[in-house]
T-cell receptor, first 115, second 114 residues
C-alpha cells in the first residue's frame, strides 16, 4: 500500500524569504504522479504543482519548485519570495497509475507567512 | 464550468440517523473520490471509483457505503451516523491527462453528528 508522510505539522516563514516543505512517500510502483495542493482558510483545494515520476526534471511553477528524489522517495516543495497569501495548509499527494488513479494525501503542513 | 459540486454544504445529524452526500462532476472524468478531513490527519480516502460501475475501499471505509450511479455522480452514504464521523467531507474527480493530470475538488461538506 502507498503511504505519504509530511513530518512538519507547522512551519512559519518571514515574508520574502524561502521555505521548504518536506514530503516522503512509499510505493513499489515506477510510474505515478505527485502533487502539492494548497488549502487556504476558505477550504478550497488548489493545485500548486505536479510532478510526473518518469520525468527526472524537477517541476517549477513561478515561485514554487520541487526537489523530486525518486530513489529516496522524497518530494519537497520550495516556496521562494514568500507572500502573505501563501499562508495555508499544504498537502502532498500521490496518485498511482494503476488501481484506477487512487489518490492519497499526507497529513498536511500548516504554513504561516509573517509580515 | 461548475466542476465538482457537492451537496449539502452543512449538515447536523443525530446519532443513528442516515444520510447521503451527493457529488457530481461535469468534466467527464473517470475517477472519483470521497475523503474526510480531520485536524492533524490530512485528507483520508474513504472510497474511490476508477470508472462507472466500479468502487474500491480506501483508507477508512468502515461505516460508509458508496454508489457510482453513472459517470457523473458518486454518492456517499452513512447508514447509522456516529459522533466519530463528524468531519469535513470532500468529493473529487480526476482523469489521466499527461502533464495536465490533476484532481478537482468540491467545496466540502461540514458534517456534525451529535
Amino acid at each position: 500500500a502507498q503511504t505519504v508522510t509530511q513530518s512538519q505539522p507547522e512551519m512559519s516563514v518571514q515574508e520574502a524569504e524561502t521555505v521548504t516543505l518536506s514530503c516522503t512517500y512509499d510505493t513499489s510502483e515506477n510510474n505515478y504522479y505527485l502533487f502539492w495542493y494548497k488549502q487556504p482558510p476558505s477550504r478550497q483545494m488548489i493545485l500548486v504543482i505536479r510532478q510526473e515520476a518518469y520525468k527526472q526534471q524537477n517541476a517549477t511553477e513561478n515561485r514554487f519548485s520541487v526537489n523530486f528524489q525518486k530513489a529516496a522517495k522524497s518530494f519537497s516543495l520550495k516556496i521562494s519570495d514568500s507572500q502573505l497569501g501563501d499562508t495555508a495548509m499544504y498537502f502532498c499527494a500521490f496518485m498511482t497509475l494503476n488501481q484506477g488513479g487512487k489518490l492519497i494525501f499526507g497529513q498536511g503542513t500548516e504554513l504561516s507567512v509573517k509580515p | 464550468n461548475a466542476g465538482v459540486t457537492q451537496t449539502p454544504k452543512f449538515q447536523v445529524l443525530k446519532t443513528g440517523q442516515s444520510m447521503t452526500l451527493q457529488c457530481a462532476q461535469d468534466m467527464n472524468h473517470n475517477s472519483m473520490y470521497w475523503y474526510r478531513q480531520d485536524p492533524g490527519m490530512g485528507l483520508r480516502l474513504i472510497y474511490y471509483s476508477a470508472s462507472e460501475g466500479t468502487t474500491d475501499k480506501g483508507e477508512v471505509p468502515n461505516g460508509y457505503n458508496v454508489s457510482r450511479l453513472n459517470k457523473r455522480e458518486f454518492s456517499l452514504r452513512l447508514e447509522s451516523a456516529a459522533p466519530s464521523q463528524t468531519s469535513v467531507y470532500f468529493c473529487a474527480s480526476s482523469e489521466f491527462q499527461g502533464r495536465r493530470t490533476e484532481a478537482f475538488f468540491g467545496q466540502g461538506t461540514r458534517l456534525t453528528v451529535v
